[in-house]
């Protein structure tokens, strides 16, 4: 079992950045598979980034392409993503997410492959 909790999120302007952390508890955090999700009012959830447990395969959605990056720290049990050049559209609230597979490769882009999930953090971009 995991628990997640993320913290980092706020109100930023334009342009800004904000880095998203995401604590886990649980010694088996380094075996699993991590992305973040992300739900805007009114629209569906949407995958932001994904890693495997050791970092080493990453994947992003195109409308964060080359502005997010996505780590882990597995010494620390904390999975992190770093939002840079954050435009109003990226206001939402952001999840983080877990997927025990036990140090597979596959990352799955879809949030209901996930079992476990945090409490979110509202992240808002102001023009």
């Known amino acids: 079992q995991v628990q997640l909790v993320e913290s980092g999120g706020g109100l930023v302007q334009s342009g800004g950045s904000l880095r998203l952390s995401c604590a886990a508890s649980?010694?088996?955090?380094?075996?699993?598979?991590t992305g973040w999700f992300r739900q805007a009012p009114g629209k569906e959830r949407e995958f932001v980034a994904a890693?495997?447990?050791?970092?080493?395969?990453?994947y992003y959605a195109d409308s964060v392409k080359g502005r997010f990056t996505i780590s882990r720290d597995n010494a620390k049990n904390t999975l992190y993503l770093q939002m840079n050049n954050l435009k109003p559209e990226d206001t939402a609230v952001y999840y983080c997410?877990?997927?025990?597979?036990?140090?597979?490769?596959?990352?799955?882009?879809?949030?209901?492959?996930?079992?476990?999930w945090g409490q979110g953090t509202q992240v808002t971009v102001s023009s």
């Open positions: 997410a877990a997927r025990n597979d036990y140090y597979s490769d596959y990352v799955p882009l879809e949030g209901d492959e996930y079992g476990f």
């Open positions: 890693t495997n447990w050791s970092g080493g395969r990453i």
């Open positions: 649980g010694r088996t955090f380094r075996s699993h598979v």
